[in-house]
């Protein structure tokens, strides 16, 4: 069972699903979420989307603002630039980092389409039904929902940062609290398609002394949001917004101002029982670094195969306890760098922040968790400043093409299932019982082979070809 329809619960279910586990959502609106927020996925989300068949989906959602990757700067929309495109040091394209782009989407464009997604793959979805309370013993889960009351074998909590589920289990959060100023975003609508026309801009930060905020693309033509600093929602926004925007914008109309808060604040236990936090349930950070649904869409997928696993037999309970001991350092990184970004679009990148291909395309090593001979023994590091993936143990997989047409990459090779990636004569490898896949790829010394976990991850890498099987049965019965 999911709790929450929200985008970490809608990819959660439809990752269940993908493994053919039967999940119930239950989401206590009658809708998906009206407000805009999220709008950038980044290349590792588009990968979990690929896996399960929805990348292309989610690319034709985007495409409104297909074109919008620039930043601007101005006193005024009307006098704003756009910024050159910045690229990460020694990126190259994107393309050659993931097999897959990414992408600005709001998130009330994209949760719909998770949602008629999820419907389709054949989850129980109930919006209007709040989850009040739940008990759970060492069989399962009860939740009380309004006049039923649904069993389930576990219970994942996304749903937000002010989770219900985080709540009733008692677990506390830890970070750097409130981060900087309160701020208003202002949604509003105004057809702009002929100011912004040439200068097309994600955001765009605007500096008039009585007006100053960030403008944010949400269609790219028609609906915007502005945020302001402060928290004093009851302004007169229309003329505020017509002083920054410099045009007479006479269609103007105000959809809704928010007061909101930049927090860093991580749970300090993702799992308890049978129950597990995933999304802002258990991390929520300033949305800078736009990592906050990023990093719930990879929990999802985390979570997602060991569920599987456990429920079908091939694993026992114990390995849901990697959960945690993965994705909470994860959280924890991602919500510590976002909380060091700088929201000023002009101001010189931080050196001695993660290179933002870390955080993009799933560069983040786990210290420790469901895999043998990572850092916590011994094993190679990887770098943080730089992006520098190389198939190190407890990473995912390096992103290599696999075919000329470039249709199917390395990052294809896992998931649902496990797999073995191998330098040289697969038959060497095949008493696993796992896909053999012979690549020809930088990252892959003499004679190795790599133990690639449903989610790509690099399980164990060695020469040993007897060693597989053996490591993935010490893994799945820890
Ligand atoms: C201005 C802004 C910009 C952002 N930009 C980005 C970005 O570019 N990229 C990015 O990755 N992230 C961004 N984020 C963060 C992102 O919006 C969140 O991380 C994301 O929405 C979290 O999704 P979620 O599903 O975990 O939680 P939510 O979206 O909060 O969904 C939780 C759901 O659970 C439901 N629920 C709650 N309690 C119950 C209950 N008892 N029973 C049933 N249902 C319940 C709620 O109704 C809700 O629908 C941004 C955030 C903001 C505010």
Redesign the pocket.
């Given at each position: 069972m999911v709790?929450?329809?929200?985008?970490?619960?809608?990819t959660t279910a439809l990752v269940l699903r993908h493994h053919g586990v039967d999940v119930t959502l239950?989401?206590?609106?009658a809708t998906?979420?009206p407000q805009p927020?999220?709008?950038?996925?980044?290349m590792r989300?588009l990968e979990v989307f690929r896996e399960i068949g929805l990348a292309a989906t989610v690319h034709e959602a985007a495409r409104d603002l297909a074109q919008h990757d620039h930043m601007a700067t101005g006193r005024t929309l009307a006098e704003a630039e756009q910024l050159p495109l910045w690229r990460p040091p020694g990126s190259g394209a994107s393309m050659e980092v993931s097999p897959e782009l990414p992408c600005l989407v709001a998130?009330d464009v994209l949760e719909p389409v998770l949602r008629a997604a999820a419907e389709g793959a054949g989850v129980d979805v109930r919006f209007n039904?709040?989850?009040?309370s739940f008990t759970q013993d060492a069989d399962g889960v009860v939740a009380e929902l309004d006049g039923a009351r649904l069993r389930a074998a576990y219970l994942v909590g996304?749903?937000?940062?002010?989770?219900?589920?985080r709540t009733a289990l008692g677990i506390s959060r830890s970070g750097r609290g409130a981060i900087g100023e309160p701020n208003v975003?202002v949604y509003f609508r105004a057809d702009l398609a002929d100011v912004v026309r040439g200068r097309e801009f994600n955001i765009c930060q605007l500096d008039h002394p009585e007006a100053p905020g960030a403008l944010v693309s949400v269609d790219g033509r028609t609906r915007w949001?502005f945020?302001a600093p402060g928290d004093e929602v009851d302004r007169d926004w229309s003329t505020l917004l017509r002083i920054a925007l410099g045009v007479p914008a006479p269609d103007l109309e105000i959809l809704s101002a928010l007061a909101?808060q930049p927090e860093m604040r991580v749970a300090d236990r993702y799992s308890q029982g049978r129950v597990h936090l995933?999304?802002?349930?258990a991390h929520?950070m300033p949305?800078f670094a736009?990592?906050?649904?990023?990093?719930?869409i990879v929990d999802a997928h985390n979570l997602g195969w060991k569920l599987a696993a456990v429920l079908s037999g091939a694993a026992t309970p114990e390995l849901l306890d990697s959960y945690d001991t993965e994705r909470r350092p994860a959280g924890w990184f991602a919500a510590d760098q976002s909380s060091r970004r700088s929201r000023d679009l002009a101001a010189a990148p931080d050196p001695t922040l993660a290179h933002p291909f870390v955080l993009a395309a799933g560069g983040f090593q786990y210290p420790a968790g469901a895999f043998v001979g990572g850092p916590a023994e011994g094993g190679e590091v990887e770098p943080v400043t730089e992006f520098a993936p190389a198939g190190r143990v407890g990473t995912r997989i390096p992103h290599r093409w696999l075919d000329a047409d470039r249709t199917s990459s390395t990052v294809d090779i896992g998931g649902p299932g496990w797999a073995l990636a191998v330098a040289d004569d697969p038959r060497r490898w095949q008493d696993n019982g796992l896909p053999v896949h012979r690549l020809d790829v930088d990252f892959l010394r003499a004679g190795e082979g790599l133990l690639l976990r449903p989610d790509d991850v690099v399980a164990w890498r060695g020469t040993d070809p007897s060693a597989p099987a053996a490591v993935q049965e010490k893994l799945l019965h820890p």
């Open positions: 709790v929450g329809g929200g985008l970490i619960g809608l239950v989401e206590k609106r998906t979420s927020k999220a709008r950038r996925f980044n989300s998130q039904t709040p989850l009040r996304a749903d937000g940062a002010h989770s219900t589920v975003n949001v945020m909101w995933a999304g802002d349930a929520v949305p736009a990592s906050g649904a990023n990093t719930g």
